[in-house]
């Protein structure tokens, strides 16, 4: 059974980095047909996605245009881990942050984190 | 203001049917990109309720079922319980932006 357990602080200063990480069980990192992702709810912005990374023969990254180029989500292959660094943060980023895995058979979100509110405010 | 609209509240008694539309466009639903349905119950993460449009993963109930149709989706859920009564979301792909979109939620109440 696969799990996804999250970890960082829940309070950021504005203009200083945001970094959480995902821990994996019951999968790999490195597999070759899940994506790994980063999701936050707010209530201004709702569910919105943010960026994944995914391993095919090669890894890749992808990221949503909104956040693009304050976003960095890198896999740690020793550890099974994924990780979130979001640069630059406003309050405007405060919200509950997901890592979730994109299933091959579901192509959904079919595994979520616990969730990890993080709050931006001096 | 999300891509996909969703009605944001419905109810129903116990025992009835309901259902929650998701309606986009031409660059995520109506482009032949998948729906899928999430459930959230309070103070918990999303959890996925159907994918790809009407199938449900295991432990699901068969109440639930999902529709999709031009450029949009439709949960139903028959039988209502009131462990039912939780926030609905619908996503999908919206090639006009390269990013997964979800709609803004609709929040069951089982009267």
């Known amino acids: 059974q696969v799990q996804l357990q999250q970890s960082g602080p829940g309070l950021v200063k504005p203009s200083q980095t945001l970094s959480l990480t995902c821990t994996i069980s019951?999968?790999?990192?490195?597999?070759?047909?899940?994506?790994w992702n980063w999701i936050r709810q707010s209530p201004s912005r709702g569910l919105e996605w943010l960026g994944r990374?995914?391993?095919?023969?090669?890894?890749?990254?992808d990221y949503a245009v909104s956040v693009k180029s304050r976003i960095t989500i890198k896999p740690d292959t020793s550890k099974n881990q994924f990780s979130l660094q979001l640069n630059s943060v406003t309050p405007e980023d405060t919200a509950v942050y997901y890592c979730t895995k994109r299933g091959p058979v579901t192509e959904a979100y079919d595994i979520w984190g616990q969730g990890t509110m993080v709050t931006v405010s001096s | 203001q999300s891509v996909l609209t969703q009605p944001p509240s419905v109810s129903g008694a116990p025992g009835q049917r309901v259902t929650i539309s998701c309606t986009g466009g031409?660059?995520?639903?109506?482009?032949?990109?998948?729906v899928h349905w999430y459930q959230q119950l309070p103070g918990t993460a999303p959890e996925l309720l159907i994918y790809?449009?009407?199938n449900r993963p295991s432990g699901v109930p068969d109440r639930f079922s999902g529709s999709k149709s031009a450029t949009s989706a439709s949960l139903a859920i028959t039988g209502l319980q009131a462990e039912d009564e939780a926030y609905y979301y619908c996503?999908?792909?919206?090639?006009?932006?390269?990013?997964?979109?979800f709609g803004g939620g609709t929040k069951l109440t089982v009267l």
């Open positions: 031409s660059s995520d639903i109506g482009a032949g990109y998948d």
């Open positions: 990374t995914y391993y095919r023969s090669k890894w890749y990254n």
């Open positions: 019951g999968d790999s990192v490195s597999s070759n047909s899940a994506a």
């Open positions: 996503q999908s792909y919206d090639s006009s932006v390269t990013t997964w979109v």
């Open positions: 790809r449009n009407n």
